[in-house]
Antibody, heavy 119, light 107 residues
Framework: QVQLQESGPGLVKPSETLSLTCTVSGGSVSSGTYYWSWIRQPPGKGLEWIGYIYYSGSTNYNPSLKSRVTISVDTSKNQFSLKLSSVTAADTAVYYC???????????WGKGTTVTVSS | DIQMTQSPSSLSASVGDRVTITCRASQSISSYLNWYQQKPGKAPKLLISDASSLQSGVPSRFSGSGSGADSTLTISSLQPEDFATYYCQQSYSTPYTFGQGTKLEIK
């Protein structure tokens, strides 16, 4: 059974770049069946789709974040990653990595990792 | 962006009650509508995809219906483990937006 695990710093300074990695176990990021996604949830608020990457490297980002987001995949490590630049306090959230099929239907989620943006 | 609006935002109900949550899109999304359940401190869980397809392992008391702009999630007989927050999500077009959530609380 596929499992996803987020990792990365829990505290990022304003204006710096948030970097998270998702390690996939029990499955392969090279599978052509799935899309590998990032979603976030600010404290006490709802869910926001950040974007996805396909094993081929093609990506699709939320336009509201597109200028600051990069999602990449490392098939040799069976991981995919999120970079969000020029962060502010508004980027404080729980960040989830996830596997979706049919592009946006998310059927496997990581446990989530809390990232706080503060000096 | 397609806006997703859920109603109600919160709901108090008792074990055994039948509950319906509505999700309205700002435009037609056909049946490209998913429902998720989220418990405190946990990741969301996919309950229903494509408006009415129950995911494997999800109890049959959950059902979904709708097409176009309006969809509903129904829980036929609430169980204690169903008290959670429920989100709809459109998978029709990017960005794949979520509703604001419906918090289902014990009466």
């Amino acid at each position: 059974q596929v499992q996803l695990q987020e990792s990365g710093p829990g505290l990022v300074k304003p204006s710096e770049t948030l970097s998270l990695t998702c390690t996939v176990s029990g499955g392969s990021v090279s599978s052509g069946t799935y899309y590998w996604s990032w979603i976030r949830q600010p404290p006490g608020k709802g869910l926001e789709w950040i974007g996805y990457i396909y094993y081929s490297g093609s990506t699709n980002y939320n336009p509201s974040l597109k200028s600051r987001v990069t999602i990449s995949v490392d098939t040799s490590k069976n991981q995919f990653s999120l970079k969000l630049s020029s962060v502010t306090a508004a980027d404080t959230a729980v960040y989830y990595c996830a596997r979706s099929y049919i592009v946006a239907t998310i059927n496997v989620w990581g446990k989530g990792t809390t990232v706080t943006v503060s000096s | 962006d397609i806006q997703m609006t859920q109603s109600p935002s919160s709901l108090s109900a008792s074990v055994g009650d039948r509950v319906t949550i509505t999700c309205r899109a700002s435009q037609s999304i056909s049946s490209y509508l998913n429902w998720y359940q989220q418990k405190p401190g946990k990741a969301p869980k996919l309950l229903i995809s494509d408006a009415s397809s129950l995911q494997s392992g999800v109890p049959s008391r959950f059902s979904g219906s709708g097409s176009g702009a309006d969809s509903t999630l129904t829980i036929s007989s609430l169980q204690p483990e169903d008290f959670a927050t429920y989100y709809c999500q459109q998978s029709y077009s990017t960005p794949y937006t979520f509703g604001q959530g419906t918090k289902l609380e014990i009466k």
